[in-house]
C-alpha cells in the first residue's frame, strides 16, 4: 500500500501517440482509492487507528478483569465501556478493511501476473510492459514505445534466432521478462546467454559481435561465478619456465595481454634454473574476517576486547568456530578499539580454499555466542575493513593474511652477466634506490618491488583466482645482495598476503582447472588438507621471483624500452581498420 500519493495527472491527448479511445481508457483504467479522501495523510491515520485498537483493547481487559475479580456481571456495561466496545469494532474494521484486504489482493494479483507470464510463452502477441496508464500493450497493433536515445544506429536482428526465441527477445527488451531470470524460466544457460545478449545489442544500438559466445560452459558459472552473462572474454595465457622451485619444475600459466611479460618472467626462471633453482617458505597460513561491533560505552566495548584476548577462553572460542565448518580451524583473535567501536580481526586456517565464506561462518558462530554475554553487542557489520579485504592495508602488510611466503634463489655471477646482461653490483645498486628508497619516498605500502603485480595478477587469472585480491596478493618486498665476495647475489622477495585457493570459485571452470592441472595443484590434496593451495602461493612467490630478476636486470642492462618496443608493440597496419557498431 502506497504511502505517499501524488494527484492524477491529467489525461494528454497526444495524436502521435493515443487515439481518442485510448486516452480514455488510460485516464479511467485506474479508479480513485478511498484512502486518497482521507482527512490525514495515510500514515497517520493508520498510526491513529492502531494506537485506538490496542489501547481500548487493553481498557477493556483490564476492566473485565476487575469484573471477575469483584463477581460483577460481565453484561452490565457501562457508557464508558460501551464506547470502548464502539471504538475497538470500528478500528478493527478499519485494520481488518485496510491491511486484509490488500493483503488478499497482492495474492490475486500475483496469481494474474504469473497467468499472464504463463501466457505468454503460449502466446506472444501479448506482452506485459511496465504500466503506461494501466494498460496491456499489444504488440500487433500498437507501436512500441521510443527506444532510450543512442548515438548508434541498432543492429539487425540476428535472422537465425528461433522465431520463439525472438518474442521472448522482444519481451526481454519490453521489460515483461527481467533479464536475471532467464535462466531460471528457460532450463539452459546457453539459450538465456544468446537472447539476452540480442537484446542487449537491441536496446543499447551497439554491436557486440566480437565478444565469443560460443564454445563456453554457461551451465558451469551458474549460481558461483558470473549473472547475466552474454559472452566470455579471451586472454592469451602463455608460459613461462620450468620454475626450479624446492626440487619441483613447474610450468606457469600466466594469462595477461601485456606484451613481454612472459618473456621476461621466463628469463628469470632461466637464470634460476641454471643457478640451483631457488627454495620457499611459507611462513604463515591463515585468512582472516573482522566484523565491527558498537556498545554504549568504550568501557564496555573495551571489556569485550579483554574477554576475546584473554588465553583462557580462546579454546571456547575455538570450538564454536570450528562446530560448522570441517576444514576451518580458529588460529587468533585480535581486537582494536574506536572508540565505543570495536574491531574484532578473526584468523583460521581454511585447507585448499581460499577460505573467505568459511572464515565469515565462523565468525558468525562466534558473534551469535557472544550474545549470551554482551546483550548489548550491536553488531554493525560482519566485515569492518579491519580484515582487510581487496584493499592495501597496513594490517595485510605487518600481520599477514592468506598465506605468508618468503621465496630466495642465489644467482652465480656468470649468469647474471651472461643471461641476464648486467652485473650482481648494478643490481645491488639499482634495487637500493628503485625498490627500497624510491618506494619510501613515494610512501609506499607494500610495494618495495618493481612488479610483482603483473605476475601475481597473470597467474590469478589463469588458476582462477579472485583477480580483486591482487591488490593484497601483490605486497612484496625485494631483497639484493652481493655474497661470495661480491661474486653471487642472493634475490629474496617476502610476500606476506598471498590469498589462493584450489578448491571453489573459478577454480572450477575448465579452462582454470586446466591451469592448475598443469602445476600440479587441482582441487584438495588427498595427503595434507592445504597443501595444495600453499604449493600454489609458493608458485606465485617463485614466478614473482623470476620476473623481479628479469626487470631489475632489464632496467640495470638499460634494455627496458628496446624490449617493450620489441615484444609489445604490433607491426601490423590497421590505420585501414574500421570499428563495427
Known amino acids: 500500500m502506497d504511502i505517499r500519493r501524488r494527484p492524477p495527472k491529467p489525461p494528454v491527448n ?26 490525514l495523510p495515510l500514515y497517520l491515520t493508520n498510526a491513529v487507528f492502531f494506537t485506538l485498537f490496542f489501547s481500548v483493547a487493553y481498557y477493556l481487559l483490564h476492566r473485565w478483569r476487575d469484573k471477575i475479580r469483584y463477581n460483577t456481571p460481565l453484561h452490565v456495561v457501562t457508557v464508558t465501556e460501551l464506547g470502548a466496545l464502539i471504538a475497538l469494532v470500528a478500528s478493527f474494521i478499519y485494520l481488518l478493511g485496510f491491511f486484509g ?95 539476452r545478449r540480442e537484446a542487449l545489442q537491441r536496446i543499447t544500438g551497439r554491436s557486440i559481435e566480437g565478444l565469443p559466445l560460443d564454445g563456453f560452459d554457461y551451465e558451469s558459472i551458474l549460481g558461483q561465478c558470473c549473472e547475466m552473462p552474454v559472452g566470455y572474454v579471451q586472454i592469451p595465457v602463455g608460459i613461462a619456465g620450468p620454475l626450479l622451485l624446492d626440487g619441483y619444475e613447474y610450468s606457469v600459466p600466466m594469462a595477461t595481454t601485456e606484451g613481454c611479460l612472459v618473456a621476461s618472467t621466463n628469463r628469470g626462471c632461466k637464470a634460476m634454473y641454471v643457478s640451483g633453482g631457488a627454495t620457499s617458505t611459507v611462513v604463515k597460513d591463515g585468512m582472516t574476517r573482522a ?58 586456517s581454511t585447507g585448499d580454499a581460499m577460505g573467505m565464506n568459511m572464515v565469515s561462518k565462523g ?9 549470551d554475554d554482551f546483550p548489548d553487542m550491536d553488531v554493525i557489520g560482519i566485515s569492518g575493513n579491519f580484515c582487510s ?55 609506499s605500502l607494500g610495494g618495495f618491488n618493481a612488479h610483482a603485480s603483473n605476475i601475481v595478477s597473470a597467474v590469478f587469472i589463469a588458476t582462477g583466482q579472485d583477480p580483486a585480491q591482487n591488490v593484497e596478493s601483490s605486497q612484496c618486498i625485494t631483497m639484493m645482495e652481493a655474497i661470495n665476495d661480491g661474486k653471487d647475489i642472493h634475490v629474496s622477495v617476502t610476500m606476506p598476503s598471498i590469498e589462493v585457493g584450489t578448491v571453489g570459485g573459478g577454480t572450477q571452470l575448465a579452462s582454470q582447472s586446466a591451469c592448475l592441472n598443469l602445476l600440479g595443484v587441482k582441487g584438495a590434496s588427498t595427503e ?32 627496458l624500452v628496446k624490449s617493450h618496443m620489441k615484444y609489445n608493440r604490433s607491426s601490423r597496419d590497421i590505420s585501414g581498420a574500421t570499428t563495427t557498431t
Open 14 to 39: 497526444n495524436p502521435n501517440r493515443f487515439s481518442n479511445d485510448d486516452d480514455q481508457r488510460r485516464t479511467t483504467t485506474i479508479p480513485p482509492k478511498a484512502s486518497d479522501a482521507l482527512p
Open 528 to 559: 595434507s588438507p592445504g597443501m595444495n593451495s600453499r604449493r600454489l602461493a609458493t608458485i606465485v612467490a617463485g614466478a614473482v621471483l623470476a620476473g623481479e630478476l628479469s626487470l631489475m636486470s632489464a632496467i640495470a642492462a638499460g634494455q
Open 101 to 195: 484486504i490488500d493483503f488478499v489482493q497482492s495474492f490475486i494479483s500475483r496469481a494474474d501476473t504469473n497467468d499472464t507470464d504463463t501466457n505468454d510463452f503460449e502466446d506472444h502477441r501479448l506482452v506485459t510492459c511496465p504500466p503506461r496508464g494501466g494498460r496491456r500493450l499489444d504488440l500487433e497493433r500498437d507501436p512500441p514505445p521510443p527506444p532510450i536515445v543512442s548515438v548508434a544506429k541498432s543492429p539487425i536482428p540476428d535472422p537465425t534466432l528461433p522465431e520463439e526465441d525472438e518474442e521472448i527477445v522482444k519481451s526481454v527488451i519490453h521489460g515483461a521478462i527481467p533479464s536475471y531470470s532467464l535462466e531460471s524460466r528457460l532450463g539452459d544457460c546457453k539459450r538465456a546467454a544468446t537472447i
Open 291 to 348: 566484523p565491527v561491533v558498537r556498545f554504549a560505552s568504550a568501557r564496555r566495548a573495551s571489556e569485550l576486547k579483554f574477554f576475546l584476548e584473554d588465553p583462557e577462553n580462546f579454546d571456547t572460542l575455538a570450538v564454536v568456530f570450528n562446530r560448522s565448518i570441517r576444514f576451518a580451524r580458529l588460529q587468533s583473535v585480535k581486537c582494536t578499539l574506536a572508540g565505543k567501536n570495536a574491531y574484532v580481526r578473526f584468523s583460521c
Open 363 to 371: 565468525v558468525q558462530n562466534v558473534l551469535e555466542f557472544l550474545t
Open 389 to 443: 579485504d581487496k584493499k592495501p592495508a597496513a594490517v595485510n602488510w605487518i600481520e599477514g593474511r592468506g598465506k605468508s611466503v618468503v621465496c630466495e634463489a642465489v644467482i652465480k655471477g656468470e649468469i647474471v652477466n651472461k643471461v641476464l646482461k648486467t652485473s650482481v653490483a648494478a643490481l645491488v645498486e639499482l634495487n637500493m634506490l628503485k625498490n627500497l628508497t624510491g618506494s619510501a619516498v613515494a610512501g
